[in-house]
């Protein structure tokens, strides 16, 4: 075999297991795959799948306990230092140096990477030509918005121009202009640098731009092949159901639960439903009490695939969510956000930001990396105070009284505030106890929590030893316990994977049923067609508001009949860049 016909990464019958704590982790099992020279492979799966081992077994930070792996032909495990030369590797939270400058973070990787100085300066232009960095060459890192800070993360792992590069979800926790400027920067690699790159992701639209996909669940692949290798044999399962929005969470949450059904989800202005071979969607469930639906064949897609598969493979449903019924008055305003400003010194994060939302809504706040909707969002959870204007949450002015507008609401942070070196149980019995609930109401509360979000299993586990979705639902679990009339999402789905994203939405939308209030901060456009109504922010201010149609209606065309929440935003977002260079 040539050179140019030696695969970029071969693994053989590799196995690698882990012991945390008291538990035998089984993190590969006998896996063998082949990446191809210059393609764009996906590597996807569910939280725990493998993805992450595998990658740092490919770079030789890990060493197989069975099994062989090559890189470019060369053993890792004989030669891990000739391997390392030739391979990026940018991990899920690539180490910037957020005290040094864009360009000195260049330099210092170029230094660990031993790049000469002779070739560093046109190696850095093209990266910052690439990256659109250059303007914030300057900039120390750690101010630098999230998508930047990637893209940053991505041209230091580039510096030595590799011939195999790996990212670990390297789109996590971006907006989706981030997300497209990444790709981009991707393709552009593999197309004139000839480059392979093995990439994993939580975003399954995603895997559509690779040429091949490795699907992993518990250690295992359960195939390879392009996307269409996966999607195709779903033709004639997959269908849209489309309702008028007001009856879309009763049919979701019944579809859910039909013995017929292996996914429904929301899309666009659609459900998205995939049935099980042989079903037919009409009957799959009592529809007789919903007005106007309307059933259609669907393009089957990857991700029909992927739930199907790992349904297939034996992964169970959400238990359904056991909470009170609130009574819910017809328009009853419960935050109210009036011209509120917040200033950093002489810089503004917030600048005269007014919306309202009524009690049992889901309401969005969307936005580019650094719009302001973190900073709005705090404000709103009495964590920051606000410069100006007024915020009322639940009757309560937050400018007078942040403690008591405090006491009835969730609070469910980006990063999962757990402690991680408690138990489950350990922060449940603390979150408890923090909100102040009686000794009996505790042990109600708690077992009410490790019922329904499936926790009892890991009762005793640390969390710094859970998977990245049972972090999420214990979250999620703390922040009911005191079964609050208003709950707050920051960034809840970062990073975490679809099936985790599916079970947190049936339980959110059972929260709206129920007359809970729900505030959400995301990146991830599909999740926006989950909310009644939206807020879309940019530098500080409101750009638009409104219900997800009619966001998307302002840009329905010829071209784009039918356009996405992401088509939306960025079609804002570029509205506003041209109006400011036009007044410019």
């Not at 030696?6 to 693994?11: E, N, V, Y």
């Not at 497209?180 to 552009?188: C, P």
């Not at 079903?279 to 992927?306: K, Y």
């Not at 034996?314 to 400003?341: C, N």
């Amino acid at each position: 075999m040539s050179r140019d016909e030696t695969p970029a990464l071969r693994l053989g019958n590799v196995s690698r297991a882990f012991d945390v704590g008291k538990a035998h982790i089984d993190a590969l099992v006998d896996v063998s795959i082949e990446i191809g020279a210059g393609k764009i492979s996906g590597l996807i799966g569910p939280d725990g799948a493998g993805k992450s081992t595998l990658m740092r077994l490919a770079t030789g930070l890990l060493l197989p306990d069975r099994g062989e792996i090559r890189v470019w032909g060369t053993n890792v495990a004989e030669a891990p230092l000739k391997v390392q030369s030739e391979v990026g590797y940018m991990p899920q939270r690539f180490g910037l140096y957020e005290d040094l400058s864009v360009r000195e973070n260049l330099d210092l990787y170029a230094d660990l990477q031993a790049v000469e100085a002779g070739p560093r300066r046109t190696r850095y232009e093209e990266l910052m030509r690439m990256t659109a960095l250059e303007p914030f060459a300057t900039r120390l890192a750690g101010r630098l918005s999230g998508g930047m800070k990637q893209k940053l993360g991505l041209a230091c792992t580039l510096v030595s121009t590799p011939r195999l590069l790996l990212l670990d979800e390297p789109t996590a926790g971006v907006d989706p202009i981030s997300r497209r400027e990444l790709w981009s920067i991707i393709e552009r690699m593999v197309r004139e640098q000839g480059m392979s790159v093995l990439l994993s992701t939580a975003y399954l639209d995603e895997a559509e731009h690779c040429d091949e996909i490795i699907l992993m669940h518990q250690g295992r692949v359960l195939g390879q092949g392009p996307p269409r290798h996966f999607s195709e044999p779903m033709r004639g399962r997959s269908f849209h159901f489309r309702v008028p929005p007001a009856a879309r969470r009763r049919l979701q949450q019944r579809l859910s639960e039909a013995p017929g059904i292996v996914d429904a989800v929301v899309d666009n202005e659609n459900l998205r439903v995939v049935t099980r071979s042989g079903v037919d969607p009409a009957t799959a469930a009592d529809f007789s009490d919903i007005d106007g639906l309307e059933i259609q064949a669907a393009e089957p897609s990857f991700e029909d695939a992927f739930i199907a598969t790992l349904k297939q493979a034996g992964v169970a449903g959400p238990t359904a969510l056991k909470v009170k019924s609130r009574t819910v008055e017809a328009g009853e305003t419960v935050i109210e956000v009036d011209r509120v400003q917040k200033r950093f010194g002489d810089f503004s994060a917030v600048k005269g930001v007014s919306f309202s939302v009524r009690r049992g809504e889901i309401f969005g706040l969307l936005g580019a990396n650094g719009a302001g909707k973190s900073t709005t969002f705090r404000m709103l959870c009495g964590l920051l105070p606000a410069s100006a204007g007024e915020l009322k949450v639940g009757g309560v002015d937050l400018r007078r009284a942040a403690a008591e507008a405090r006491s009835g609401l969730g609070y469910m942070a980006q990063r999962f505030s757990l402690y991680v070196n408690l138990t489950v149980m350990e922060n449940l019995k603390f979150f408890a106890a923090s909100y102040g609930l009686a000794r009996k109401l505790q042990r109600q509360r708690i077992d009410w929590a490790l019922e329904t979000f499936e926790l009892a299993e890991v009762a005793d586990s640390n969390c710094a030893e859970l998977p990245l979705g049972y972090r999420q639902r214990l979250a999620l679990a703390a922040a009911l316990l005191h079964e609050p009339g208003i709950l707050f999402l920051d960034e809840p789905t970062s990073g975490v994977d679809p099936l985790a994203r599916r079970e947190f939405w049936l339980r959110i939308n059972a929260l709206a049923e129920s007359g809970v209030t729900v505030l959400v901060t995301t990146h991830f456009m599909a999740e926006a067609d989950y909310c009644d109504r939206l807020v879309v922010m940019a530098d500080g201010e409101v750009l638009a508001q409104g219900t997800p149609a009619e966001l998307k209606s302002g840009f329905r065309s010829e071209r784009l009949p039918s356009p996405s929440m992401e088509d939306a935003f960025i079609g804002l977002i570029r509205d506003r860049d041209q109006a400011g260079e036009a007044a410019a």
